[in-house]
């Protein structure tokens, strides 16, 4: 196993005091991510001193929160003692978040430093922070937000107003899980660590770039939210534009939160709909029902919450164009689904053929690709090589190596970043307000059904057609089966999933 890269901490533990105090305490986003969040952070620096207070209107008390903070930091990997100290500290507070009075009253709780966790809908975040406004706050108090920020990037410029009337941009934490990925770290040290891959970067070697993020879970009791948003709204919008970003910009100096903020407002300025042309490039479809490893699926019309009418798609395909010097001519494909039949979450960078191939040789020299595994990390080439016997038949051997993995949940690393007061990790208000004037035709031509909602059976791998043969062929060969030596054993495994990999021409509408 090739370890390339690990996730540094920018910051070393410190033992200040941060007060993390959650609105919306009482909800499934603080029970099943936050605090498990929190947990695996205290898993690996137990030091840390968080006062965590618990906001909401439910009617929980101090003891049953203290013991849900526990339960919950234990469930992340805290120890039971590191549990026992934070949650032994934390407080419950019932309380009307629109009420002035209550919310001095939570504030004057705060000890330390003060960091406000809005895990609230967004419109309920949005009036919250117009009362947050008119008090005066602790110096340094920084504000966390969930997506969606905002619900177009004329809601989302007015919310972004909105909190910078609270505190300042460099006080404000929108939070996209997908940073706290550490393969997206890793993305960035493998690009820019390696001699190797820096000069090719560009759309003079790369053909195509795929960015998908297909879930085999689907629904799972969200309907609330998620019908009102789908796929493209819920994950392309957001986290794999976010990806994108960072996979595209141009050369980082240093990893500073406000240079990386700069370079991804960079790409998403220059990035929009391949050929202005969402009719042809935005693909939508809904999961049927089916079957995912034995497990029966509803059909998504028929889970409960579910307006039918409303045309929610739990797939999305987008092609995108970087219109930028580096990137002109290249699709980036992103794509995100639930309910199919393979968990898969890759990039895949697909190059360019080589202009000449030296005349005697034969066999498979096309098709090279990189393929980044999101989950669990792992980087895998696909490569032509001469092959053991005839070594003038070429054919592709696949190159895997772990990155390594990371120390925490991805909420661990995003709340750590928060309670440090980094901003390498968030999402600066420009860049959220043009992720949604990229998408927005898209929107737009779902809303007025210029594009067909197509439909695909829960388990299957999504319409036919979507993606390339050879996407479609290394979604079907499991790149960690194969080896760095590209054994005999490991080849054939591979020859025997996958067809003959050519690329596609096309932008891979
Ligand atoms: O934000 C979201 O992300 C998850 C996928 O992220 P993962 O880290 O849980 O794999 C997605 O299922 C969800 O719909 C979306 O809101």
Sequence with gaps: MLTLMTTKPTTKPTVKTVTFLILGAGGDLTQRLLLPGLGSLLAVEPERDVRVIGADRADLTDASFRSLVGDRLKQGGASAATARKVSGKARYIKADLLDPSALTDLIAAAEGELVIYFALPPAISMKVSAELEKLDLPAKTRLGLEKPFGSDQT?????????QRVVGEDRIFRVDHFLGVSTVLNLIGLRFANRLLQPVWNSEHIERVEIIYDEDLALEGRAGYYDNAGALRDMLQSHLLQI?????????????????????????????IWDGDPQTYAKRARYTAGSIAGRAVPSYAKEKGVDPARGTETLAQLTVQVANNRWSGVPFVLRSGKALGAA?????????DVPHLPVG???????????IDLKPGRVSFKLSMNAEGDPLDLEQK???????????????????YLLDDNQLLSVRADTAELCWKIVAPAIKAFEEDRVPLQRYKAGSDGPAGWLSADSVAIGATDTGASDLTGSRGARDKTKAARPVAKLAKSPGA
Excluded: C, W
């Excluded at 989302?156 to 107003?161: L, P, T």
């Excluded at 996979?247 to 407002?265: R, V």
């Excluded at 390594?404 to 709340?415: D, H, K, S």
């Design 398 to 416: 696949t190159l895997t190596a772990e990155l390594a993995n990371a120390q925490m949940t991805a909420y661990g690393e995003v709340l750590r």
């Design 361 to 371: 040789f034969v066999g498979d020299h096309t098709g090279d690709a990189m393929i």
């Design 344 to 352: 898969r979450k890759q990039i895949i960078v697909y190059f360019r």
């Design 155 to 163: 809601s989302a410029r007015r919310f972004n107003k909105q909190l």
């Design 244 to 272: 994108l970003a960072i996979f595209a910009m141009e050369p980082i100096a240093s990893l500073d939160p406000q240079e990386l903020a700069d370079l991804k407002a960079q790409v998403l300025r220059a990035t929009s």
